[in-house]
């Protein structure tokens, strides 16, 4: 009988520390999600920065919007390498939403931003190029993007079409 009343008193002394560890996991996972989010963040930050500190690959980026077959093929390269790394950073955030750790709105987000790109053209020439790269599940929401046919907005009042040096 002892030995039974000795047996439930350590069990009820385990409970605590399943709680107490479970809470712990369940914060730690929170903030490896919160550091994730953070690393694809500053990606993101250091991506957008290469159109805002040079005024030649923001007038590359514009043409390249146009039409990236237009370009010549050090502006192809840039272009394409600019586009690889903004559909890295976005493949990324995919992931963590798909796995639990983005919130629905924020990958909203993301994608209303790939929808923007991707409606113009020469967003769409590079992806034929470049698509094979990334893996199968965020090819299908690109394409699924694409299929929408979105209309270009983005940039409708940078007046695409006039020279840059009008």
Not at 15 to 41: D, F
Not at 51 to 61: N, T, Y
Not at 112 to 119: G, I, L, N, V
Request: with cysteine.
């Amino acid at each position: 009988m002892l030995s039974a009343i000795g047996q439930i008193v350590a069990a009820i002394g385990v409970i605590p520390s399943l709680i107490y560890l479970a809470i712990h996991i369940r914060e730690q996972n929170k903030e490896r999600r919160r550091v994730g989010i953070n690393i694809l963040t500053v990606q993101w930050s250091e991506l957008v920065k290469s159109a805002q500190e040079s005024r030649e690959f923001a007038a590359l980026f514009l043409r390249g919007m146009r039409s990236f077959q237009a370009l010549d093929a050090p502006d192809k390269l840039r272009f394409s390498s600019f586009f690889t790394r903004f559909t890295r950073n976005c493949e990324g955030m995919f992931i963590y939403y798909r796995d639990g750790a983005l919130e629905k709105t924020l990958w909203d987000e993301v994608e209303r931003t790939m929808t923007d790109y991707f409606a113009y053209p020469g967003v769409r020439e590079w992806w034929a190029t470049r698509k094979h790269w990334l893996t199968d599940e965020f090819r299908a929401v690109v394409e699924a993007i694409i299929a929408k046919n979105p209309e270009p907005r983005m940039y409708a009042a940078y007046n695409l079409d006039e020279s840059p040096n009008a």
